[in-house]
């Protein structure tokens, strides 16, 4: 009986590296994997503030139907990562809606200017 015990105890070794070697490996992959998922999640969670932005700022224009110059400096300053995560096609509606509103506000101060201020 001592033969076999002996022989479990010269074969631990070698069976403990590759053992180590695997779970290293599992590890690596794992945190890969929610490496991932976390930069799959930040990416959304960027995407959803510039949406959250463009909605309550046309919102707030509906609502009060007027806007301020620091509610557009606000809204640029939020929506300013849409060309990145978007592309041009977003970011050029959302440089549209922030002139269009500072054009609008000028013909809020100064009603007697241009009427074609959709231009």
Not at 71 to 86: G, P, S, V
């Amino acid at each position: 009986m001592d033969v076999p015990s002996r022989n479990w105890i010269q074969t631990l070794p070698a069976i403990t590296a590759p053992l180590a070697a695997f779970i290293a490996v599992y590890v690596a992959v794992w945190q890969g994997h929610l490496q991932s998922q976390q930069l799959k999640q930040n990416l959304f969670q960027k995407s959803k503030n510039v949406y959250l932005a463009v909605r309550n700022y046309l919102t707030d224009y509906a609502i009060n139907a007027k806007t301020g110059i620091n509610n557009a400096i606000q809204f640029l300053r939020q929506t300013r990562e849409a060309e990145w995560l978007f592309g041009s096609e977003i970011d050029s509606f959302v440089q549209e809606i922030y002139s269009k509103s500072i054009k609008l506000q000028s013909l809020e101060k100064n009603p007697g200017t241009s009427a074609n201020h959709w231009s």
